[in-house]
Every structure is written in structure tokens, then in C-alpha cells.
């Protein structure tokens, strides 16, 4: 790799670092490539990107970014994966390295809050943004729903026992 490329890429994990939700960080010795892509295949439907680096590289572009804090992470053969929503890369990571233990988490980053692997694993834990969106507006419509309900329910009654004074009238 020559040294514009290099710098290319220390830029574009210098905006990863700095612009992402969430960045993952862990050991993938082991992996196989069909394991590795079907791993990439998964984090990019769900919204997110991995990327190997070296971590030389990976140490500087974490330079002046909130993620500073996990560059003790990047020793061995580390892979990065990341994505804009906060939930998305360490759900999949973490759904991931339970059926493949050859993906061993290491720790991670939200913003300028370090994560240990534990951390990483609580976050996957958590609803993801669009379910949270869907509970919210859920709850909002829930309250319209039982006052319409509320007020077609005295309606209902009446009719339910006018019906059955119709039927006791029929009946004699």
C-alpha cells in the first residue's frame, strides 16, 4: 500500500471514528472468508460496514476523535464494525460471535464513552432505534384508541339492550 492510499484510508476511519454511533472492535482470527463475508453480508443489511485495518493505521486516524479511548484495543488481528445507529453494529457482532466463537469481541465505542466487551453486549441488549419509534408511537396511539372506544361504548350498550328487550318482546 503506498502512502496516498495510506492517508486515504487513515481519513476515512479518521470520519468513521468521529461521525459513527457505535464502533466495535474485535479479534477475528480464525474466520474463514466465507465466515468473514457472510459477517460483512450481515452488518450491511442491517445498516453497518466492517473494515480490517492495520492497527498502526487504526491508532492514528483515532487521533483527536471522541473514540480515543479504545486504541489500546487494536493489537492483534482486530476488525472494525460500525454503523450510524447506536444498536445495529454491536447487535450484529454480538449475534454473530455467539454462533461463530472465532469472533471474539473486544470492546467498543459510542460516541466518546469506552465500552468493554461486556458493555458491547449490554448495548446489543437494548432495542434498536426503529423498534423504539415503533413503541413510542404505539404508546401515543394507544390513548386516542380508548377514547374512542370509551365513547362508542355507552352507544353499544344502549343498542345491546334495546336489542334484547326486542328479542324478550318477540319471544312472548
Known sequence: MDRAAKRELVANLHNVFDNTGVV?????????VAQMT???????????????????LAKLALQDTPAAGIADLFTGPTCISYSQDPITAAKVAVSYAKE?????????AMGGNVLDDKGVKALAELPSLDELRAKLIGLLNAPAT?????IKEPSAKLARVLQAKASQDEAA
Request: cysteine-free; charged content about 25%; glycine content about 12%.
Open 100 to 108: 461463530n466463537d472465532k469472533l471474539v469481541i473486544l470492546g467498543g
Open 146 to 150: 380508548k377514547i374512542a372506544r370509551t
Open 38 to 56: 457472510d459477517y460483512r453480508q450481515r452488518l450491511r443489511q442491517a445498516g453497518g460496514q466492517v473494515k480490517v485495518a492495520k492497527n498502526r
Open 24 to 32: 466495535v472492535v474485535a479479534h477475528y482470527t480464525g474466520l474463514t
